[in-house]
């Protein structure tokens, strides 16, 4: 077992200290941080620190250099920011917008409102990430605190970023109204599921409510729609994520808007549902089902995500987009990550949060369209809806519940260090045994921290990719498994017409002629039109599990025209191939029709 070691400076502090410091996550860290503290405030500040919350101060100081620098700079005042953000457990937007309020409204300048969103960022973060070093504090707690700072951040930069345009080109109202042409920041991913991490991105969605009109006129001139509104957008990204010698509130990603990348900054209502409705895409309904207003006018945005449903839950059972998420989920593993990444990075690795995220989302979009009980933008309350509507097991539902629990916890504590992008277990055993202490883990029996907390991040990635399999992978594996057969394997080779026209009556086919003619039928489909891409996909692995289980009935040559009939008539919508695909028993009832 590995001994926490303080060096002599330490021995200098009074005994109780000395205790604490060895009870940090890193007592090295924590020494250095309480050196510089009595550095920018003195020594009587420590004095000012009740002994019943020293545990916790010595949890930040050896936690997290980010949080620690926040305390450096107030000086001789950090005591008092310190206790009195330990003991506010809960804000909402409102009650941060509240707070910023005097501030803003002197505000003389842009770089002057930067710098109070940063501040109080600064003073917020360092509420939070002490707040969720306490062993008492739930994940659900901190999660939702970021939230709501985030929420209250991109509302306060709205407000002021839209005041500051206005100088430029004037008011923006509808035609021939006194009403404000409305816009809408939808937040995505985490933010739109109430889940920010420590050192989230937050994913955004700039819409506005009409293309008509333009604004009354200023120092500029005037502007259409789209040039004031990106004008906004483009000062929210430049007032949030910019990093100054204040460091920067929140970074803005843009990047799940239409056309992602690609696309316009902003865009009206109509011109986005009519991209969803014309060229929208699987990924693009997975990522709306997190979408929710969070800054601006929410009536618009909550208008538009009405508006937006029938794209994203369809009222029928949808398993394309098994399908779909699967091979979303195999290129991120096989592009951003390799050998050792695999296992460590706690988001996208192997039995990760992004396969939990991946499985409750493919059960959302397949189910949603007629169970409206299991929409909606977080995780946890989906997954406890998903096994309410027996759509999942209870075990599975607390399992993936505790899974996501542990793997957010452990994301946030190595974010929490340097307030880091990063997603990975950090390489080295002393850091290792660093992050485990952080997450509350210490030396039991034979066993250290770090072997502790291995051993419980080993078992929750196995149990999180073993139900992401049997949702993602189970259908494929016994659906290869039945074409793994003599029968199966005709399918492979129906470009040899005589050979298979011999194994066909082999098999006990009465007609094989007609079978093979048939064969090719169910293969193809439609007669006048050559099979999608899509549906020779689906066919290769289909295919063979069908003749295995056609030859099996006490008449396959009936079986075969009924299904080249039912091939013929489905076309080109190989939604229904998939769904035979991903529901073997379904399959098969099928063939015995």
Same mark, same amino acid.
């Given at each position: 077992?590995?001994?926490?070691?303080?060096?002599?400076?330490?021995?200098?502090?009074?005994?109780?200290?000395?205790?604490?410091?060895?009870?940090?996550? /890193?007592?090295?860290?924590?020494?250095?941080?309480?050196?510089?503290?009595?550095?920018?405030?003195?020594?009587?500040?420590?004095?000012?620190?009740? %002994?019943? #919350?020293?545990?916790?101060?010595?949890?930040?100081?050896?936690?997290?250099? *980010?949080?620690? #620098?926040?305390?450096?700079?107030?000086?001789?005042?950090?005591?008092?920011?310190?206790?009195?953000?330990? $003991?506010?457990?809960?804000?909402?937007?409102?009650?941060?917008?509240?707070?910023?309020?005097?501030?803003?409204?002197?505000?003389?300048?842009?770089?002057?409102?930067?710098?109070?969103?940063?501040?109080?960022?600064?003073?917020?973060?360092?509420?939070?990430?002490?707040?969720?070093?306490?062993?008492?504090?739930?994940?659900?707690?901190?999660?939702?605190?970021?939230?709501?700072?985030?929420?209250?951040?991109?509302?306060?930069? *709205?407000?002021?970023?839209?005041?500051?345009?206005?100088?430029?080109?004037?008011?923006?109202?509808?035609?021939?109204?006194?009403?404000?042409?409305?816009?809408?920041?939808?937040?995505?991913?985490?933010?739109?599921?109430?889940?920010?991490?420590?050192?989230?991105?937050?994913?955004?969605?700039? @819409? *506005?409510?009409?293309?008509?009109?333009?604004?009354?006129?200023?120092?500029?001139?005037?502007?259409?729609?789209?040039?004031?509104?990106?004008?906004?957008?483009?000062?929210?990204? %430049?007032?949030?994520?910019?990093?100054?010698? #204040?460091?920067?509130?929140? $970074?803005?990603?843009?990047?799940?808007?239409?056309?992602?990348?690609?696309? +316009?900054?902003?865009?009206?209502?109509? /011109?986005?549902?009519?991209?969803?409705?014309?060229?929208?895409?699987?990924?693009?309904?997975?990522?709306?089902?997190?979408?929710?207003?969070?800054?601006?006018?929410?009536? @618009?945005?909550?208008?538009?995500?009405?508006?937006?449903?029938?794209?994203?839950?369809?009222?029928?059972?949808?398993?394309?987009?098994?399908?779909?998420?699967?091979?979303?989920?195999?290129?991120?593993?096989?592009?951003?990550?390799?050998?050792?990444?695999?296992?460590?990075?706690?988001?996208?690795?192997?039995?990760?949060?992004?396969?939990?995220?991946?499985?409750?989302?493919?059960?959302?979009?397949?189910?949603?369209?007629?169970? +409206?009980?299991?929409?909606?933008?977080?995780?946890?309350?989906?997954?406890?809806?998903?096994?309410?509507?027996?759509?999942?097991?209870?075990?599975?539902?607390?399992?993936?519940?505790?899974?996501?629990?542990?793997?957010?916890?452990?994301?946030?504590?190595?974010?929490?260090?340097?307030?880091? %992008?990063?997603?990975?277990?950090?390489?080295?055993?002393?850091?290792?045994?660093?992050?485990?202490?952080?997450?509350?883990? $210490?030396?039991?029996?034979?066993?250290?921290?770090?072997?502790?907390?291995?051993?419980?991040?080993?078992?929750?990635?196995?149990?999180?990719?073993?139900?992401?399999?049997? @949702?993602?992978?189970?259908?494929?594996?016994?659906?290869?498994?039945?074409?793994?057969?003599?029968?199966?394997?005709?399918?492979?080779?129906?470009?040899?017409?005589?050979?298979?026209?011999?194994?066909?009556?082999? @098999?006990?086919?009465?007609?094989?002629?007609?079978?093979?003619?048939?064969?090719?039928?169910?293969?193809?489909?439609?007669?006048?039109?050559?099979?999608?891409?899509? $549906?020779?996909?689906?066919?290769?692995?289909?295919?063979?599990?069908?003749?295995?289980?056609?030859?099996?009935?006490?008449?396959? #040559?009936?079986?075969?025209?009924?299904?080249?009939?039912? /091939?013929?008539?489905?076309?080109?919508?190989?939604?229904?191939?998939?769904?035979?695909?991903?529901?073997?028993?379904?399959?098969?009832?099928?063939?015995?029709?």
């Amino acid at each position: 077992m590995n001994k926490v070691r303080i060096n002599r400076r330490a021995s200098a502090l009074p005994r109780n200290y000395q205790s604490f410091l060895r009870d940090s996550p /890193s007592p090295v860290l924590a020494e250095a941080n309480l050196s510089r503290l009595i550095e920018s405030g003195g020594t009587k500040t420590l004095e000012k620190i009740p %002994h019943a #919350d020293l545990a916790d101060l010595f949890r930040v100081l050896g936690a997290s250099a *980010y949080l620690s #620098d926040i305390l450096f700079r107030r000086g001789k005042d950090w005591p008092d920011l310190f206790l009195r953000q330990l $003991r506010t457990k809960r804000k909402l937007a409102a009650d941060h917008l509240v707070e910023l309020e005097p501030d803003v409204k002197t505000a003389r300048s842009f770089p002057e409102f930067c710098a109070i969103l940063r501040r109080h960022k600064q003073r917020e973060y360092l509420r939070v990430g002490a707040r969720d070093l306490m062993p008492s504090v739930t994940l659900e707690e901190t999660v939702r605190e970021l939230t709501a700072l985030a929420e209250a951040a991109l509302e306060a930069a *709205y407000r002021f970023c839209r005041a500051e345009v206005e100088k430029d080109y004037g008011v923006l109202n509808l035609p021939g109204t006194t009403l404000r042409n409305r816009f809408v920041v939808l937040g995505m991913g985490k933010l739109g599921g109430g889940e920010l991490n420590f050192s989230s991105d937050i994913d955004v969605i700039y @819409l *506005y409510e009409s293309d008509e009109g333009e604004s009354s006129g200023g120092r500029k001139g005037k502007a259409d729609p789209r040039t004031f509104f990106s004008e906004i957008g483009k000062k929210i990204i %430049h007032c949030m994520g910019e990093v100054t010698e #204040d460091g920067f509130v929140f $970074r803005i990603d843009l990047r799940l808007r239409s056309l992602g990348a690609n696309g +316009p900054l902003v865009q009206s209502v109509h /011109s986005a549902m009519l991209y969803y409705e014309s060229w929208g895409q699987c990924w693009e309904r997975a990522a709306l089902i997190k979408a929710r207003p969070v800054a601006g006018e929410m009536a @618009l945005g909550a208008d538009f995500l009405r508006e937006v449903e029938p794209f994203i839950y369809r009222r029928y059972l949808d398993f394309t987009t098994v399908d779909e998420l699967r091979h979303m989920k195999m290129r991120i593993e096989n592009e951003l990550l390799t050998g050792d990444g695999k296992q460590r990075n706690i988001k996208l690795g192997y039995g990760g949060i992004r396969e939990i995220e991946f499985f409750t989302q493919a059960l959302q979009l397949v189910n949603g369209g007629y169970v +409206p009980q299991v929409r909606g933008p977080s995780t946890l309350p989906a997954l406890a809806e998903l096994a309410r509507r027996n759509l999942i097991p209870t075990k599975e539902r607390d399992k993936l519940t505790h899974a996501y629990r542990f793997l957010r916890q452990a994301e946030h504590k190595v974010q929490i260090v340097q307030e880091a %992008h990063a997603h990975s277990i950090p390489e080295g055993i002393d850091e290792e045994r660093a992050l485990a202490r952080r997450l509350g883990y $210490r030396a039991k029996a034979k066993l250290s921290e770090r072997e502790l907390f291995w051993r419980d991040q080993r078992a929750t990635t196995h149990t999180v990719r073993a139900i992401f399999d049997r @949702l993602f992978y189970n259908a494929q594996k016994e659906i290869a498994e039945e074409g793994a057969s003599d029968a199966g394997a005709i399918w492979h080779d129906l470009d040899r017409q005589e050979i298979i026209v011999n194994e066909l009556r082999a @098999l006990g086919f009465t007609a094989p002629e007609k079978a093979y003619e048939n064969l090719l039928a169910v293969r193809d489909g439609e007669v006048f039109a050559p099979p999608s891409p899509k $549906r020779r996909q689906v066919m290769r692995a289909l295919g063979p599990a069908l003749v295995t289980e056609i030859a099996k009935t006490g008449a396959p #040559d009936q079986a075969l025209l009924n299904l080249s009939k039912f /091939s013929q008539r489905i076309g080109g919508r190989t939604g229904f191939l998939t769904l035979l695909a991903e529901n073997p028993e379904t399959m098969r009832l099928l063939v015995t029709l």
